[in-house]
């Protein structure tokens, strides 16, 4: 089984979940200016990728996806929270160019006499995700062959989710982000608010939905695809051995690299379960990121409720010398659970961290469209962090406590080391920020640089079509604390009692 993470988790007597170093410097702050990725600390491994490149969107992912997808002729491992095989990839192609995505995958088998599809979805998908419950319970036309394996993930505690999204080819690309396969997740920049193509395989239209995904190749990609084979095996107990066997150019064409020739880390969250030791890597990397920042702080995420996380963010608002921090986040939650601990504990943790910015670094906003004199959200569904213009954070977790240690996650993360990758992170980060306010991401650049200030340029040039919006929770008045029942419906690692069964059912088992 992998490593567990250097951490571990104490639960203070107000019932809050607080990270505990094991390692002694985890007790003190981090040396701003020093590197943040360090293996065994923070992250599982770093290994180097001859390519990486950030798809936003998903118009962007799911055609690159397709390309790669026609290359495989070994292995294509797929891993979701979510996933359904009637979404078509491409939208605005002909469907008998861009088929859906199982008839895709099963043709490619066919074609490939080598080639074995591996797909594992999240057990309780079926309950709580908007992918077709039928397929996942009963099969389709395009699950029937021997090479195509779809299976239920039940490998987790109870109330914990799959939440890795993950696709390797030949175990020589890989894509790791926010984006699951699922109806729901297709659009394209610039967002619309009526768009004809953004609808799910029954023909009704669902909001604009910002995402992002990172695409490695080399020996990132293998590493990736070994998290991928660890948890097919983990979950069903078989799976094809990683063969990095990388001779062939799996790249898609026409997708052009953020980076050449850079370090990818790797950083994982596995709760504790069954012979699995918890892993808590994501959260230390959140952590060392926001704690290294010098300038600037840019956050993407769809939930930030996080009593943990607030703190090391409040310590950086209070510091004379912290950073400006922006965080995008979606605004509109769904479902009473959601609502009441997701979005309450959400605004109560703003309006805990407005109260700490007594310097008025801090920004926490979301997107939205104005056409035709409505104003429309964007759901934003993407898990990034950019610190200052030398880390670049993208993945499955979120700013919250499941992310830290019920929910399976997996990040992936750059660290600058020269001036041409410190150019691609801010690029990166100016490119997300200038799609949510309609501006070229040049046009951006120049402004932080006339301001210096990205708080001010985002300020000076918001107000088109598209614009970000402060949440309300940063004015208004109101309690700062977590709400009752954010224990039960939002812990921080699985259910004590259930802890203690697995731990008896272990010892039993090894006993005999």
Request: overall charge negative; glycine content about 8%; hydrophobic content about 40%.
């Amino acid at each position: 089984m992998p490593p567990a993470s250097q951490a571990s988790l104490r639960v203070a007597p107000d019932g809050l979940a607080v990270a505990e170093a094991v390692a002694p410097d985890r007790k003190n702050v981090r040396p701003r200016g020093g590197p943040i990725l360090r293996p065994g600390r923070n992250c599982w491994k770093i290994a180097r990728a001859r390519r990486a490149t950030v798809l936003v969107d998903g118009a962007d992912y799911f055609a690159a996806l397709e390309k790669a997808i026609r290359k495989a002729t070994r292995s294509i491992v797929i891993l979701g929270w979510d996933f359904d095989g009637r979404i078509r990839l491409r939208p605005d192609a002909d469907a008998t160019e861009s088929p859906p995505l199982g008839q895709l995958l099963r043709a490619q088998v066919e074609a490939n006499p080598e080639l074995e599809v591996h797909i594992l979805v999240w057990s309780e998908s079926i309950v709580h995700t908007p992918g077709s419950t039928r397929e996942m319970l009963f099969g389709a036309d395009w699950q029937d062959h021997a090479r195509i394996a779809v299976k239920l993930d039940t490998y987790h505690p109870i109330y914990a989710a799959h939440h890795q999204k993950i696709v390797t080819i030949d175990d020589c690309l890989a894509f790791s982000g926010g984006m699951d396969l699922t109806v729901g997740r297709w659009d394209r920049t610039p967002h619309q608010a009526h768009d004809p193509l953004r609808v799910d395989p029954d023909g009704k239209s669902y909001p604009a939905v910002h995402d992002v995904q990172m695409l490695v190749d080399g020996d990132a990609a293998c590493v990736l695809a070994e998290v991928a084979k660890d948890r097919w095996r983990n979950a069903t107990g078989g799976g094809a051995p990683l063969d990095c066997d990388c001779s062939h150019d799996y790249w898609p064409e026409g997708v052009a690299p953020d980076f050449v020739d850079i370090d990818v880390a790797v950083a994982r969250t596995l709760p504790e379960y069954l012979d699995t030791e918890p892993v808590r890597e994501a959260v230390d990397l959140t952590i060392d990121a926001i704690e290294s920042a010098r300038d600037t702080i840019y956050i993407e995420a769809q939930y930030m409720t996080s009593s943990l996380l607030g703190d090391v963010i409040e310590r950086r608002l209070r510091a004379l010398d912290g950073p400006e921090i922006v965080v995008v986040m979606a605004h509109e939650c769904h479902g009473i659970i959601e609502k009441w601990v997701m979005g309450t504990n959400r605004d109560r943790l703003i309006r805990r961290l407005r109260q700490a910015d007594r310097y008025g670094r801090l920004r926490i906003l979301y997107p939205a469209i104005t056409e035709g004199g409505e104003t429309s959200q964007v759901f934003v569904h993407s898990k990034v962090i950019v610190v200052d213009d030398r880390f670049l954070r993208i993945g499955s977790s979120n700013l919250n406590n499941r992310s830290i240690g019920l929910d399976t996650e997996c990040d992936v993360a750059v660290e600058a080391r020269n001036g041409a990758q410190a150019r691609a992170v801010a690029h990166l980060r100016d490119r997300l920020i200038a799609e949510h306010i309609g501006v070229a991401p040049e046009r951006l650049t120049l402004e932080i640089e006339r301001r210096g200030s990205l708080v001010a340029a985002i300020e000076g040039l918001g107000g088109g079509r598209q614009r970000l919006l402060s949440f309300e929770a940063m004015s208004d008045e109101g309690p700062s604390h977590p709400v009752p029942g954010t224990r039960l419906l939002d812990p921080v690692r699985p259910y004590r009692i259930l802890r203690l069964w697995d731990r008896f059912w272990r010892k039993r088992k090894h006993s005999r």
